[in-house]
């Protein structure tokens, strides 16, 4: 189900999510959202972050094959982070790939950035790895 709505940009940059939106995504107050904007696509997306998340960033940058993606996302799921966002681009064709991942480490055995990515590092794509929490702005 897709709900359209036009909504206006104030003067300080702000929007009002219609009511519709937020009852159906059971959006309520002191919630977060995680905006993702692509600037190619000229696209906004607006993903609600439950209140117990514990987000961090992992940037990495891994072999460019077949296969890889499913092997970090596996990997992820193993260990119970829920992955929210994904980019990944090919730097060199058949050589290296960068992924961008926002994941939630709320049930994961794992509670520091740190250690996710000591451990992402014993992959055998992954050539370089940096994880850090999402800042709240």
């Keep these: 189900m897709k709900i359209e709505e036009l909504v206006k940009v104030d003067s300080k940059g702000r929007v009002t999510i219609p009511m519709a939106v937020r009852e159906v995504l059971d959006i309520r107050e002191g919630m977060y959202l995680l905006v993702v904007a692509d600037k190619e696509k000229k696209e906004l997306r607006l993903l609600p972050i439950p209140v117990a998340a514990k987000l961090i960033k992992i940037r990495l940058v891994v072999e460019d094959r077949p296969g890889v993606l ?68």
């Design 70 to 137: 499913a092997e970090l996302t596996r990997f992820l799921a193993q260990h119970n982070i829920d992955i929210v966002s994904t980019r990944c681009t090919v730097l060199k064709r058949e050589e290296l790939g960068e992924c961008e991942m926002i994941v939630d480490l709320a049930k994961s055995e794992w509670t520091e950035p740190g250690m996710v990515a000591d451990e992402m590092r014993k992959l055998e794509p992954v050539k370089n790895v940096e994880a850090s929490y999402m800042s709240v702005e």
